[in-house]
């Protein structure tokens, strides 16, 4: 039985929706952006009023001399069409405005000037399908010439970008991607995330969880990121206290009829289920769970979700206390309120992801800038590797054994969906999940002392 006050309305579903490998058929690459102001999105619903925010804070340029042999080209990869464009569109805002604050020029085509250092972004669609997206990443790489990658929302597609980083020699820097094994079982010496991790996820939700629930079942898709998010969930909350009294359910990512998967939930004897998706499928799974009547019988919980979802998958759980990996209203910082302000310029407000693309080009900056210009693989590794430096989300940590960013997580409290400037929360608390190494194989020496689960199983 909960702890607390059984709420239905606790509707908090793990739509982790940063990591489903969504399929496309569509193999054909969008022109990149003439222009580095932040791209209109269509997702987000229209706002009655921009946000008071400060004046953008002044910038300052690199160390005098800072000077790159020859210009240092980004490829951004993302989602601009496909089936996660929504969350892309989030990307396609937060990049060039991460690219503005951290050089303090506000570009021209998509370029910008690090002192005597020019900077080259160059953006390419592709539609979460993994061929487009090596496709548009071997050009970005053999025929543009970028030496560094920015990319891509589907965890599973950013897995593909791992390797040609690796064969290629060039940086990737994940965002917003956030399965586990991006920087677990897939790592290799030139990825880093800007983005959490699955486990960052669950240590901040679970936090809150088991103060409430004793026992969880969950659910999660039958590839890398449902695996990786069903391990952290239970390790995490297992941890704190929470007991998992069933064996955790997998179901087929195109699943539309979840009737058998919800039969074994509402079996499981747990107080609270815990659904690890994302995409559409988690329409018909909620529906599968009313309609069997699990959610009589147990609790949803779960992290929150983007501004635009948010109305749609909530709006019955008014009141309820979650974790969220960013909403524009929580931090309170420089370089946040730099984000307020330039997405105001554009007439919206930071959503979900926006963070972790700014974060995504503060980081490429912040590694120029310790590498004295230099772009080559070997200079970027020593210069990210343990690299520090200031974004949306406060201190962003890049710990050098295996590449995860430490970073600060939020505990809100649900007031509304409705509000015009998306001002659905009180804040609670900050959290800041430091989550297991990961790493397997020739790369588990790297972990040292960081253990590799959370609760010894």
Not at 20 to 49: H, N, V
């Amino acid at each position: 039985m909960s702890k607390g006050s059984r709420l239905l309305a606790l509707l908090a579903v793990i739509v982790l929706v940063v990591a489903a490998c969504g399929d496309s058929t569509d193999d054909t690459t969008t022109a990149a952006p003439a222009t580095t102001a932040a791209p209109d999105t269509t997702a987000a619903p229209d706002t009655t009023a921009a946000p008071d925010t400060t004046a953008a804070p002044d910038t300052t340029a690199a160390p005098a001399g800072l000077t790159c042999d020859e210009p240092v080209k980004v490829g951004v990869i993302t989602d601009q069409s496909g089936p996660l464009a929504i969350y892309g569109a989030h990307m396609m805002r937060g990049v060039p405005i991460g690219f503005e604050y951290a050089t303090g020029d506000a570009g021209s085509d998509g370029t910008y000037m690090l002192d005597n250092c020019q900077i080259e972004v160059l953006y390419r669609d592709d539609a979460t399908d993994a061929e487009l997206s090596a496709t548009v990443a071997r050009e970005l790489i053999e025929v543009d010439g970028v030496d560094i990658l920015i990319g891509t929302v589907s965890s599973g597609v950013t897995a593909g970008l791992q390797g040609l980083a690796r064969d290629n020699d060039v940086i990737l820097i994940a965002a917003p991607a956030a399965a586990n094994d991006i920087t677990g079982k897939d790592f290799n010496e030139n990825t880093f995330r800007a983005s959490r991790n699955n486990y960052q996820d669950s240590i901040a939700i679970c936090e809150n969880l088991t103060t409430q629930y004793d026992s969880f079942v969950q659910i999660a898709p039958d590839y890398s990121f449902g695996y990786g998010g069903a391990t952290a969930f239970r390790d995490a909350c297992t941890a704190l206290g929470g007991a998992f009294p069933a064996e955790d359910v997998f179901a087929p990512a195109d699943t539309t009829d979840f009737t058998s998967y919800m039969e074994t939930i509402g079996d499981a004897d747990a107080e609270a289920f815990l659904v690890t998706w994302a995409g559409g499928g988690f329409v018909p799974l909620l529906q599968a769970a009313i309609d069997l009547g699990v959610l009589e019988d147990k609790v949803l919980a779960a992290s929150f979700v983007d501004n635009v979802v948010m109305p749609a998958f909530f709006a019955n759980a008014i009141g309820s206390t979650s974790g969220i990996l960013y909403h524009y209203t929580a931090p309170d910082n420089e370089a946040n309120d730099f984000l307020i302000s330039k997405t105001a310029e554009a007439g919206t407000f930071p959503d979900l992801f926006d963070a972790d693309g700014m974060n995504a080009a503060i980081m490429v900056v912040e590694a120029l800038k310790a590498s004295g210009g230099a772009a080559d693989a070997d200079s970027l590794r020593s210069a990210l590797e343990g690299l520090s430096f200031d974004g949306p989300k406060g201190l962003i940590e890049i710990r050098p054994e295996d590449h995860v960013a430490i970073q600060d997580m939020y505990i809100v409290t649900l007031l509304n969906v409705d509000d015009p400037e998306f001002k659905y929360y009180e804040y609670v608390e900050t959290v800041r999940p430091n989550p297991p190494c990961l790493l397997e194989g020739d790369f588990a020496s790297r972990c040292g002392d960081i253990p590799a689960s959370l609760s010894g199983s």
